[in-house]
């Protein structure tokens, strides 16, 4: 079945550096969402990608989706503490009828 | 803004007992959605449905069922809790589909 992978795993920085998550599809995707989890709480939506090569971005937060919309990537530009949570990729298959999610990457930040 | 209302934030329930979660959503969501979340596991799909009384399995229908007799609620249920079904369950609404999902706070179930 569809399997969505997302790396790393887990990732610490320091305030002000970068961060990257990326998110792997085995099969293309008709769409891709964002969803940021704060510590204790639920996830929240960020966004949803939708055509190839699609690149959209939210203030500090620039979000792509690949050529062939099997792969999507969230990067954070110089992080601050409000950052910390983990970050899910959701897609849907072509011919899927529900969001299968990454397994999430968790950032934790120190000042 | 969407508000999705699960019944409890935390139940302690015993292996055997059967179990309900409640989900009440007040914005006239057609889709709604149960997942749960485990530690390195990410959030599963465990039933979804599309419209009053319908449903489709997700990834890990095993051990659970799913009622939706009004649009605003959509229940799962344990029919016979096991211990290995401690989890927070997340229950989401979405107005297309796919659409963004709103979620709930979540409910977490320790089974004894």
């Known amino acids: 079945g569809q399997q969505v992978m997302q790396i790393p795993q887990y990732q610490h920085v320091q305030e002000g550096e970068d961060f990257t998550t990326y998110c792997n599809s085995s099969?293309?995707?008709?769409?891709i969402q964002w969803y940021k989890q704060r510590p204790g709480g639920h996830p929240v939506f960020l966004i949803q990608l939708v055509k190839s090569g699609e690149v959209k971005k939210q203030k500090r937060l620039t979000f792509q989706f690949g050529e062939a919309k099997k792969n999507s990537s969230l990067h954070i530009t110089a992080t601050q503490t409000t950052d910390v949570g983990t970050y899910f990729c959701?897609?849907?298959?072509?011919?899927?009828?529900?969001?299968?999610f990454g397994k999430g990457t968790t950032l934790s930040v120190s000042s | 803004d969407v508000k999705v209302t699960q019944s409890s934030r935390y139940l302690v329930k015993r292996t055997g007992e059967k179990v309900f979660l409640e989900c009440v959503q007040d914005?006239?969501?057609?889709?709604m959605f149960w997942y749960r979340q485990d530690p390195g596991l990410g959030l599963r799909l465990i039933y979804f449905?599309?419209?009053?009384?319908?449903?489709e399995k997700g990834d890990i229908p095993e051990g659970y069922s799913v009622s939706r007799e009004k649009k605003e609620r959509f229940s799962l249920i344990l029919e016979s809790a096991s211990t290995n079904q401690t989890s927070m369950y997340l229950c989401a609404s979405s107005l297309s589909a796919p659409g963004a999902l709103h979620f709930g706070n979540g409910t977490r179930l320790t089974v004894t």
């Open positions: 449905s599309y419209d009053v009384k319908m449903k």
């Open positions: 099969t293309t995707l008709s769409n």
């Open positions: 959701a897609g849907l298959g072509q011919a899927g009828t529900a969001l299968i």
């Open positions: 914005m006239d969501h057609e889709n």
